[in-house]
């Protein structure tokens, strides 16, 4: 069973009733309620899970830098109350499956880790606006860490079908913590792992990285997620050297759909503050316009 929603989570009828209705181009939704099925559940390391889950065709069209809201199950003296929100980490049309990868922190997550093949999941999604790629971009960099590490994973794929090359800087606290790195090497990327147990993670480092790679003409854009300082890092560099870029934003949420205005943040558009919220306006955004 799966309930439609437009963008906003309304399904709209035109103006004029049944008769409009019937006369205007059918409707379709872009985003949907479903109890989706667990496919594969496996631990990836000592604190990531990989969930698969099979689904219709419109959360299997998820976006990479989207997101699900998902209803995670009650772990035992535990009641979640609301959705939580799950940024993609990859979508299959074909085999109408979406995944996720995510860490065990809460009672959501410890909800979500009970889950076995065959289970269902209520899923709401794909929600927000994802990232772009310029046809133009020969070669972008990515640069994740925590979250971020699931949630830029989608663009080894998109980018590999954008014939741009990636660079992806993936930063972990040990490198037994370091996930996606088989998935973008898999699509052709060039991965540099940095991690805090070998002291190679720092923003100094991370940004002799970028200045080397931006010297070899090895990058036309930022991506980024997942750390504020290694974002501003980057802020620094696409100023110096007018690049562009674009970050996705980690925000607590309650609705997913822009109305109960819970994950607002502020940007700078211009030298202008403005207030955005991050589910509705992003969650991913112009890396200049992106306050810590």
Same mark, same amino acid.
């Given at each position: 069973?799966?309930?439609?929603?437009?963008?906003?989570?309304?399904?709209?009828?035109?103006?004029?009733?049944?008769?409009a209705a019937a006369s205007c181009t059918p409707w379709k939704a872009s985003v949907v309620a479903e109890l989706a099925e667990v496919v594969s559940h496996e631990a990836v390391n000592s604190e990531y899970r990989h969930l698969v889950l099979g689904c @219709?065709?419109?959360?299997?069209?998820?976006?990479?830098?989207?997101?699900?809201?998902?209803?995670?199950?009650?772990?035992?003296?535990?009641?979640?109350?609301?959705? &939580?929100? +799950?940024?993609? *980490?990859?979508?299959?049309?074909?085999?109408?499956?979406?995944?996720?990868?995510?860490?065990?922190? @809460?009672?959501?997550? &410890?909800?979500?880790?009970?889950?076995?093949?065959?289970?269902? %999941?209520?899923? +709401? @999604?794909?929600?927000?606006?994802?990232?772009?790629?310029?046809?133009?971009?020969?070669?972008?960099?990515?640069?994740?860490?925590?979250? =971020?590490?699931?949630?830029?994973?989608?663009?080894?794929?998109?980018?590999?079908?954008?014939?741009?090359?990636?660079?992806?800087?993936?930063?972990? !606290? !040990?490198?037994?913590?370091?996930?996606?790195?088989? %998935?973008?090497?898999?699509?052709?990327?060039? $991965?540099?792992? $940095?991690?805090?147990?070998?002291?190679?993670?720092?923003?100094?480092? $991370?940004?002799?990285?970028?200045? !080397?790679?931006?010297?070899?003409? !090895?990058?036309?854009?930022?991506?980024?997620?997942?750390?504020?300082?290694? +974002?501003?890092?980057?802020?620094? %560099?696409? &100023?110096?050297?007018?690049?562009?870029?674009?970050?996705?934003?980690?925000?607590?949420?309650?609705?997913?759909? =822009?109305?109960? *205005?819970?994950?607002?943040?502020?940007?700078?558009?211009?030298?202008?503050?403005?207030?955005? &919220?991050?589910?509705?306006? =992003?969650?991913?955004?112009? %890396?200049?316009?992106?306050?810590?």
């Amino acid at each position: 069973m799966s309930i439609h929603l437009d963008h906003a989570g309304i399904a709209a009828i035109p103006v004029g009733g049944a008769e409009a209705a019937a006369s205007c181009t059918p409707w379709k939704a872009s985003v949907v309620a479903e109890l989706a099925e667990v496919v594969s559940h496996e631990a990836v390391n000592s604190e990531y899970r990989h969930l698969v889950l099979g689904c @219709g065709p419109e959360a299997a069209a998820a976006l990479p830098g989207q997101f699900f809201q998902l209803l995670c199950p009650h772990p035992l003296g535990e009641q979640p109350f609301l959705r &939580r929100p +799950m940024s993609l *980490y990859g979508a299959d049309p074909d085999r109408r499956q979406v995944e996720f990868l995510y860490k065990v922190t @809460g009672a959501g997550t &410890r909800g979500l880790d009970t889950l076995k093949i065959g289970d269902r %999941l209520d899923i +709401m @999604g794909p929600l927000g606006t994802g990232f772009t790629l310029d046809p133009a971009w020969r070669n972008i960099v990515v640069v994740a860490r925590g979250a =971020g590490l699931a949630t830029l994973a989608p663009l080894a794929r998109a980018a590999k079908a954008n014939g741009t090359h990636i660079t992806a800087v993936l930063s972990a !606290r !040990r490198p037994d913590l370091l996930v996606s790195v088989e %998935l973008f090497q898999s699509q052709g990327a060039d $991965v540099v792992a $940095v991690t805090d147990a070998e002291a190679s993670s720092g923003p100094a480092n $991370v940004e002799r990285i970028l200045r !080397r790679l931006i010297a070899d003409g !090895r990058c036309d854009a930022f991506f980024t997620c997942g750390s504020s300082r290694l +974002m501003r890092v980057q802020q620094r %560099l696409a &100023r110096e050297f007018g690049l562009p870029g674009q970050v996705a934003m980690e925000q607590q949420m309650a609705c997913g759909i =822009g109305l109960c *205005y819970c994950c607002v943040r502020d940007f700078n558009v211009d030298g202008e503050i403005v207030s955005r &919220r991050v589910c509705w306006d =992003g969650p991913v955004f112009d %890396l200049m316009e992106a306050l810590p």
